[in-house]
């Protein structure tokens, strides 16, 4: 089949270059000029493992362009990727959908509209109505929301654990689920809302249970209790399962934060007030500042005092600092007085946080540091040399915020070692 996809960033690339690998013919289409002419050049502007292997394998399927009638030319189905960031409300900005939905051109074809970005429920019905009010009654309306995880974006969309589509007529819905044939996967075929709500409510449901173990962790460490076996302990009860219930000093990325926030705000818009959804954002937002209160209480004042921040980007695999912990870290470490270095193998920090050193190593960031926290669980940093590390830093103090150094190791090699939910020693 051919296809457009419209928006370049993570979604997007991934979504263009996976539906190629699946044998069909793309079009990707983005407004930024340079990011269209890098991908012709075979640059990839974003970090994404296999995603560039994927479009240098399927090069003669992509074409990437800035022009709409270039990208919808022959397009059976049009895919809407573009970014839908917060407001300053906390709603989610749709200006860019609505410029998709006003600038689609007349043809004489059926076509799908597939929404892959993440809207409040209701927008396919609004997106429904704008359609027929300029007479595409030609052009059917679907929600395919995506589910990948930045890091993994390639593996998860080859191989999701299910696939959603919601329609408000099947025959658009059986294009899109012919879309992905060759992927194996349940298929939840519902209505336009429930796709919506789907989408919102998974990551409502994912950032409960980080917010919940990170709360635990708390009550660990007022109480002498590991959170890391708490963890293993009832992670292993099937009714639980294992996954993210690992503390730390919050969740971060383009998603999650602006999901849940959205998920919160569409409730009150509604007039429904989401108690537990509301706790659980308080409780990250407060996760990110502990990190700062321990080290005052360690090192007394941090003003004048040099605090290394490891790994900047939300997460490891990623470039992505959209909401990443790290800003706020260094955000709270400036406004307190300190100097603050950070260092991260990929992410470009220097662009979002001014008055921060950017190192070019960790060695480098810690040089001297009276405090490093571990912020991105790169592997680069558990491979780190630490005694090298300790030997440049001028207090071997070190906040584990991911939980993954060995403290056994770490405290022989001298340091003061802290986790999230870890015995103090
Ligand atoms: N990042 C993720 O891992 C992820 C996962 C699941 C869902 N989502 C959702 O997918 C959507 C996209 O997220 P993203 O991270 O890829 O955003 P992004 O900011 O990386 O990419 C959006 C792209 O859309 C382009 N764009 C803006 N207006 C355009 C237009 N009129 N025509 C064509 N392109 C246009 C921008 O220039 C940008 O390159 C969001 O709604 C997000 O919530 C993201």
Redesign the pocket.
Known sequence: MRIAV????????VTGACFAELGHDVAV????AE?IDALRRGEVP?HEEGLEDLLERNRERLRFTTG?DEAIEGAEVVYV?????PTYSGD?DLS?VW??VD?LPRVDRRIVFAM????PVGTGRTVRHRLDERGFENVGYVSN??????GT?VRDFLHPDRIVIGAFDGADADVVERLHAGIDAPVIRCDVASAEMI?LAANAALVTRISFINEIANVCEATGADVLTVAKGIGLDRRIGSSFLRAGIGFG???FP??SLALKQLAANSGYNFQLLNAVIEVNELQKRRVIGKRERRLGTLRGKKVALLGLAFKPGTD?MREAPSLVLAGRLLAVGAHVSAWDPVADGGVLLDGVEIAATALEAVDGADAAVLVTEWPELRDLDWAEAGARMRKKLIVDGRNMLDPVELRALGFEYEGIGRAVE
């Open positions: 419209f928006g370049a960033g993570y979604v997007g690339l289409r983005d407004v930024v990011k974003i709409v990727a573009v970014g839908t960031p989610a860019a410029t998709v600038e892959k970005s993440t809207v929301p995506e589910f990948t995880a930045e974006a989408k990325g383009s998603c602006k999901d992505d």
